[in-house]
């Protein structure tokens, strides 16, 4: 195993990765605020903190990952509001949304998945240690942080504070860059808002207080690792930073990882510009989850990841690829014994992945090691230097990089049909694929090629292309 290194936005450099405790690891992640569906910007986020998730456990690291769905925030109130319902009334569909989207992509479940609105007393305790240590203010019944008492303050995002007016609020959660101000902890409820009645008065929690309360509430003071989307250094995560070191005097988190975004065709994604998508709009027009994952986990995280119909299409071959190397891997048969070099030809790929994914989670790297090893591995088969005892090996690698990538199982229609999209006509699964085949081989086998003809023609109707190799046997692939 390589050494671990990964960029750390709060020094600015690539460092090693030295866990607090050896062997643990404590990570938090910012979750969806669940006021829509999520996009394929929040996702390619997603997807980075899932390939970091899988690779710490493949390094036999024991997991801590918690993240969070952030159910209460000025958007949702505001959505709440008009759409007359409670809150959870109105997230509980995008919260299930999310789920099935994380599902669909593959993105593990964390050990511990929480909803900011089960977490108000938390964040209130939280805002008394604040005010006992007068890091707050009042206003008007709602509580401000006043970051001119943390000097600290902006050494995540590195943020310019020589225009910052002291004791200039603002409310809102989201706010400008470079526009550094004191910010709500806890809002006072407006007119027609949900609120909580608690020791600090009538209110709601701000997003920023959120997070702080619930990371440390399963991860101790100090965590190992924090992520998001670049767009949350400044300011949410340089409030958090400011709101649980303000508290407990101690590192909040001592590696912080920010994935850059994702754009459409070159361009910011929005919905005027009609380059607005999310998981659905893709499925709806015949994009596979599987494609969708490979496109977002491609593009090592902090790159900028230009989103592109061309680009999710050749995804998809990609995707193709390497399951035709697992089928062939499974189906095909070699000759005994194993072929010179083989073995150490597959060891030296899981060697070069590694190496990849060692370093900052390059998964360009990663993969091109994948791709080559493919690409002479079958040149080898076809050539007939590829032995039966070499197939373990080249398992075992397709193991490793699927423990990562998690790609290679041909679900994809199973995902849809759970989703509720129609799959495209005719589609079998495999075991019924594998019936039709045997039923052709038996065909041939007493020359009746009218009848294999005719289930090959049924089959490839279905979207199955077999193919009859030299050595008698027969390979099944999806088009
Ligand atoms: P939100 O639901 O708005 O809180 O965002 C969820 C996650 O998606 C956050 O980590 C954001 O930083 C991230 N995110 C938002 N837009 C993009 C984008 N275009 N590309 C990558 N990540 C994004
Ligand atoms: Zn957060």
Partial sequence: MHELRLHNTLSGKTEAFVPQRTGEVKMYTCGPTVYDYAHIGNFRTFVFQDILRRYLKQRGL?????????DVDDRIIANAVAAKMGI??????FAQAFFADCKALSVEAPEHWIRATDHVPEMVELIERLQKKALTYDSEGSIYYRIAKFPEYGKLSKIDLTGIQAGARVDNDRYEKESARDFALWKAPKPGE????????KGRPGWHIECSAMA?????ETLDIHTGGIDLAFPHHENEIAQSEGATGKPFARYWLHAEHLLVEGEKMSKSLGNFFTMRDLYGKGYKPSALRYALASVPYRRQLNFTFDGLQQ?????ERVRNFANRLQQGKFPAGSATGMKERAARALDDFDAGLADDLNTAVALAATFDFVREANIAMDKGDFGQEDVAAAEQFLHAFDEIFAVVKDNDGEKLREMGFA?????IDDAQVEARVAERQA???QRDFAKSDEIRKELAERGIVIEDSKDGSVRWKRK
């Fill in 62 to 70: 024991n997991l801590t990952h918690v993240m969070n769905l952030t």
């Fill in 88 to 93: 959870r009334e109105y997230t509980e569909k």
């Fill in 194 to 201: 949900h609120f909580w009645e608690t020791e600090i008065g």
């Fill in 216 to 220: 440390m509430k399963y991860l101790g």
């Fill in 315 to 319: 995804a998809s071959s990609s995707v």
């Fill in 423 to 427: 799959v495209a006509h005719g589609e």
């Fill in 443 to 445: 065909a041939r086998q």
